[in-house]
């Protein structure tokens, strides 16, 4: 929006608290609840508000690329599927291209009811025929689709009437909703050629891709003609701005109207000033330390405790500024979180014997590759930490590209940092190909009845017995979750405020006149 004189946004302060075990509290910072939006009359509807984003995605090509940086910005706003998320609700399913759906009482057969008179962007009619070549690209064999495996349960796709479809499981499935409320439920235009997608799209939801400036921005515009509730702004510019204090220099100067991913040891800056709110939210943000479980000497389980065991998550928080201690890979909004932080908690003393029993008791020297996105404050709290254990450590900060080619793709690697951004991703753990190639047949066992559960509440069970199992393994280590710091310059309503870094639905931006 970049300008500077703004409406009051009429927002309540109230003290700042973290959730879970661990939790420690931003310095100085307030969390706002968000005024209710202002009548229409009261909007400018022709406004286009700028949005700090960290990571720019490397392609358009929603259906083959991997990396959340897409589905923050492509899913609910220029794509839908026939479910989504609702992140201020725990993350409930709820109604998009389908108004409801029944289930069969054996789990076998979800029947959706398509919303009436949808259109993709090109003003063609959004049919039950779409939904059904849409799933049938995830599922053919030798797909390219980032997350086709997800849907290995279904049987057949069926279309009885072009606003129904019927989807018909080879087994019962607990995920599958949720699945469908992902990037691989998105709904194409039949015949869809993907090869195209980093250039033209050809989505069904309230914006339309205007621009990419790679390197710079990624601009949305408003889909004038969408089935559903209008969207309140012309335009939505993200701007991709990697270092935090230029970030915070962007929303101060008013370059940007709002700044996501926030550096929480620069928030008191915008705190007690009333041209700005800050937003703390819940996110699936989660900071992985990934051993090579492939190579030595991670092979050896005592050598994962010991690391594990030699660093303190408290003081990483702190350097970080804020976040909640978890011990798994599950955060607390999932239904099977389970606070795991006393396995492998803080003990150098034992990390010192564990490491000499692995042989290593006149040291070890480790590499680690990290994106260099992240800040230093993080690594230099591992490399002190491992130090007194005897462990050197070696940081090695390399390009994202480069992370996910190196690291993701071809297990070149010994330690690993990464943000696992993705909700409710337990399944890598029960996938033996994964890039930290963790194998333990008893947690793909349990993953497997826990897809395959008659009830929410046995699969909720059989997820916690995961991801005990995963932390007693030491699969990895989760430094922190990291917590949603939005800042919004005041005069902006209806921002998104949990799990911003996988999701960020614009439907109901608006901007005061």
Known sequence: MKRLILPVLAAALFAAAACGTGGVTSPGAATSSQAATPPDDQLDTSATVDVRLVLEPTSLNIFATSGAALDQILLDNVYQGLVGIDTGAKDK???????????????????????????????????????????????????????????????HVSAPDPRTVQIGLNSRDTFLLWNLAQRGGIVYKQ?????????????????????????????????????????????????????????????????????????????????????FSVLKGTTTDKFTLAFNGTQAPFTNPDVRHAIRQAIDKQSIIKAYGAGTAIGSAVPPQDPWYEDLTSIDAYNPDNARKLLAAAGYAGGLQLTLDVPGIYPASITDVLVSDLKQVGVTLTVRPVEFQTWLSQVFKNH??????????????????????????????????????????????????????????????????????????????????????????????????????
């Open 412 to 513: 070149d690697f010994q330690l690993s940092l990464v943000d696992h951004a993705e909700a409710r991703d337990i399944a890598s753990y029960a996938t033996p190909g994964y890039y930290f190639g963790y194998d333990n047949k008893q947690v793909q066992q349990w993953y497997g009845q826990a897809r395959t559960a008659a009830s929410d509440t046995e699969r909720d069970g059989l997820l916690k017995q995961v991801a005990r199992q995963v932390s007693q393994d030491a699969a990895t280590d989760w430094l922190f979750l990291a917590e949603a710091d939005t800042v919004v310059h005041k005069g902006i309503y209806g921002v998104p405020q949990n799990e911003t870094s996988n999701r960020f639905n614009l439907s109901a931006l608006a901007v005061g006149k």
């Open 191 to 275: 015949g869809t050629d993907f090869s195209t997608l980093d250039s033209a799209e050809n989505g069904s939801g309230p914006f339309t891709l205007a621009q990419w400036n790679r390197g710079a921005s990624i601009t949305l515009a408003r889909n004038d003609t969408y089935w559903g509730a209008k969207p309140k702004v012309a335009k939505v510019v993200f701007h991709y701005i990697t270092e935090p204090s230029a970030a915070n220099n962007a929303q101060q100067t008013g370059q940007t109207d709002i700044e996501t991913a926030a550096d929480p040891t620069l928030l008191p800056a915008f705190t007690g000033n009333g041209d």
């Open 93 to 155: 399913i709820v109604p998009r291209l389908a108004t409801s759906w029944d289930i069969s009482a054996d789990g076998l057969t979800y029947t959706f009811h398509l919303v009436p008179d949808a259109k993709f962007h090109d003003g063609s009619p959004l049919t039950s025929s779409d939904v059904v070549w849409s799933l049938r690209q995830q599922i053919a064999p030798g797909s390219k689709a980032v997350y086709g495996a997800n849907f290995a349960s279904i049987a």
